[in-house]
């Protein structure tokens, strides 16, 4: 079965500062089935975002390919992309930034089917609204009359409005508190369900990836370092920056304290990333050849497994 | 019994009539970590700013209550008595480390800028001890970042520096709002084992805001709970999380994706936190509880319990 989504060799290169390039994609590949969540996870500027506007084109790919349902997209025009588009949608982290203060929430929502020529807006909005969760007078008030849950709620009505196959989801429940992240974290959960969603889910809370992947993709400086099945990423960590991300995460309360591995340093520079592997500065079990070969993301023999991570300290399955 | 450093009996605030902060007291120990957690709004950041009254006066007023910091009446003090207790006694880090940080002078400057102040340093034994501190917190080269500007570091090296601001003049208490909660997991791990190392060495006690429970299970000693301007239950962190009394921090600690199986429904708050002046008569957290009984809506239940444990529930669930 083909992926829904196979992306290859996905870069994005922007203008950093003194007139270097700043690397915020480098070479990245991945694929998505139909109906599975990819987690991707990594400390703050490694990329995420970038990754998640490169699929959709919302940020032009430097260079790539990215495969969406057997088509090549990276080669389309403005037009064609934007009627792809409808396949795939984006909702992010600031539910407010992203919803126009001044729209009645039925435009907000409807305003996808209107772009998109979509017969019978009314009905489709007041189906969606019921969907999320929000209460059928939604439609006649505005964004500000809401708490940032139910913001949250209006901007995944109005992803879903077009029913995607593909959600990218950008640190969605990031700002909102405990109490409420509990409630769209479910809500994501259950729609996915209801219309077996794709999605990519962009999140810098290890808990909160755990809880919604299938599988998780770690990212450090612009590269995918590791990427796997989401329970065995969890029990059995390989690349040493991933276990030290998630020797890093709190404790849930009531369970025993876990060793830290506390990472020295700050995240490098991605306009002068360093050679070799990018995270050997701050890591514990740097050898000299990791100052100088970039490991490469392919299978290797970790003990009795195989994983997927781009670390020297395995030896890739030949 | 341990000498306590920090004491707050019955603080009331309130804005035009209006009560924010309600009936809060509490007590900190030398040499002890204590967490104030608690979702956005409920009051955290105005308790501690009222603490050294560095509140935003008007509007926001101290009703009533007692302060009493190293054996120091804070409401009666002057603005001298005031500066130095802030200075000497008390060191304050806050979430954004580059608004408290001044954008135009080196890191130096505002490190030596407080010890000449308060401990009558001159210059060059000032930039010295600055140095020491910078050290201490754990950034290198130190002489190195004396030179340069707060836009010039990282998040997590920011707030290293305010660290070594806050510590300049080795306070007896440190209270830290939220100081990883912009970082990432890896760097707040960090900071957090700086404080805590910090507190040890130097049998400083500290008052440590957040929203996040797993924070406080890891390096905290005694928690306070607090929901819509009140503390609802304090314990020390084991007991807390082993035994939650009040409904709501049972809720807390329930519906964290942590708590809970990948992928399961994760058990969810219903509603939200009432903003202040909504909160009702009785319990705040009657209409959002899951085994409210008839007295919960009516009568505000009382903080009682053991020395060591104590909840305002009136139905807890342990
Ligand atoms: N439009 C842009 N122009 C130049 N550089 C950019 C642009 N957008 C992002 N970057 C840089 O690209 C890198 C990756 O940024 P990105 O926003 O993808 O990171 P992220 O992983 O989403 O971080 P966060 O967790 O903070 O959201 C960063 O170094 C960032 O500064
Ligand atoms: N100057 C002010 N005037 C009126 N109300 C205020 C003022 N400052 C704070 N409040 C209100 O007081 C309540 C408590 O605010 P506080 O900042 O202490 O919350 P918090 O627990 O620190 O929240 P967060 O986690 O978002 O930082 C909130 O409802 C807030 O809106
Ligand atoms: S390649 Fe080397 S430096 Fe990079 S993670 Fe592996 S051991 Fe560490
Ligand atoms: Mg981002
Ligand atoms: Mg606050």
Request: aromatic fraction near 4%.
């Amino acid at each position: 079965m083909t992926p829904l989504l196979e992306v290859q060799g996905l870069t994005k290169h922007y203008a950093g500062p003194h007139g270097r390039t700043l690397r915020a994609l480098q070479d990245v590949s991945f694929t998505l089935a139909e109906g599975e969540v990819l987690g991707v996870v990594g400390e703050s500027g490694c990329g995420k975002s970038t990754l998640g506007r490169a699929v959709l084109r919302l940020t032009e790919p430097t260079s790539g390919s990215i495969r969406f349902a057997g088509e090549e997209l990276t080669g389309l025009s403005r037009h064609a992309m934007t009627k792809r588009r409808r396949d795939m949608q984006m909702v992010f982290q600031d539910p407010f930034g992203s919803l126009n203060p001044r729209h009645r929430v039925s435009t907000i929502v409807g305003e996808p089917l209107v772009v998109h020529g979509v017969a019978g807006v009314k009905a489709r909005v007041a189906e969606l609204l019921d969907m999320v969760g929000l209460p059928p007078d939604s439609g006649s008030r505005f964004p500000h009359e809401f708490s940032g849950g139910q913001r949250q709620r209006i901007a995944i009505a109005r992803a879903l409005a077009l029913s995607p196959k593909l959600l990218v989801a950008d640190e969605p429940v990031s700002a909102l508190d405990v109490s409420i992240q509990s409630q769209i974290i479910n809500l994501i959960a259950e729609l996915r369900r209801k219309l077996s969603l794709s999605m990519i889910f962009i999140s810098h809370d290890l808990s909160v990836i755990r809880h919604v992947s299938d599988r998780i993709a770690v990212m450090y400086l612009g590269r995918i370092v590791e990427t796997g099945d989401a329970a065995d990423i969890f029990a059995r960590p390989a690349h040493p920056y991933t276990q030290a991300l998630l020797s890093a995460v709190p404790t849930a309360p009531g369970q025993p304290k876990r060793e830290r591995i506390v990472l020295e340093g700050d995240l490098p520079d991605p306009s002068a990333p360093p050679p070799g592997c990018a995270f050997h500065g701050r890591c514990r079990h740097a050898m000299p050849r990791c100052a100088v070969d970039i490991p490469a993301l392919v299978p290797r023999r970790v003990g009795d497994d195989v994983a997927l991570a781009a670390c020297h300290l395995y030896e890739p399955v030949s | 019994m341990s000498s306590t450093v920090l004491s707050v009996e019955g603080l009331t605030l309130t804005v035009g009539g209006k009560a924010l902060v309600e009936d809060v007291s509490f007590h900190l120990a030398a040499g002890e970590m204590m967490g104030l957690v608690g979702e956005s709004g409920c009051g955290k950041s105005l308790t501690a700013l009222a603490t050294i009254r560095l509140l935003p006066s008007p509007p926001v007023e101290i009703a009533a209550g007692r302060i009493v910091i190293d054996g120091a009446d804070v409401r009666a003090l002057d603005s001298e008595g005031l500066r130095r207790l802030r200075g000497d006694r008390v060191g304050m880090i806050f979430q954004e480390p580059m608004t408290s940080l001044n954008p135009v002078f080196t890191v130096g400057d505002q490190i030596a800028e407080v010890l000449e102040i308060h401990r009558g340093l001159g210059r060059s034994a000032a930039l010295a001890r600055a140095a020491e501190l910078i050290a201490l917190v754990g950034l290198p080269a130190p002489r190195e970042q004396l030179e340069r500007y707060p836009h010039q570091l990282s998040g997590g090296q920011r707030q290293r520096v305010m660290i070594a601001i806050a510590l300049a003049c080795e306070p007896r208490v440190l209270i830290a709002d939220e100081p990883t909660t912009a970082l990432d997991v890896t760097v707040q791990a960090q900071i957090l084992a700086l404080i805590d190392r910090l507190r040890r060495d130097m049998g400083m006690a500290c008052l440590l805001i957040t929203h996040d429970l797993g924070v406080v299970s890891d390096v905290c000693d005694r928690a306070a709970v607090m929901y819509a301007g009140r503390i609802v239950e304090e314990a020390s962190v084991a007991e807390l999380f082993a035994r939650p009394r009040h409904r709501y921090t049972q809720a807390l600690i329930d519906t964290m994706p942590a708590s809970n199986p990948p992928g399961a429904l994760l058990p969810s708050i219903r509603g939200m936190v009432p903003p202040p002046g909504a909160r009702g008569d009785g319990c705040a957290f009657a209409p959002r509880c899951a085994a409210p009984v008839e007295a919960c809506r009516k009568v505000l239940p009382p903080l009682t319990g053991e020395a060591g444990h104590r909840a305002a529930c009136w139905n807890p669930a342990s």
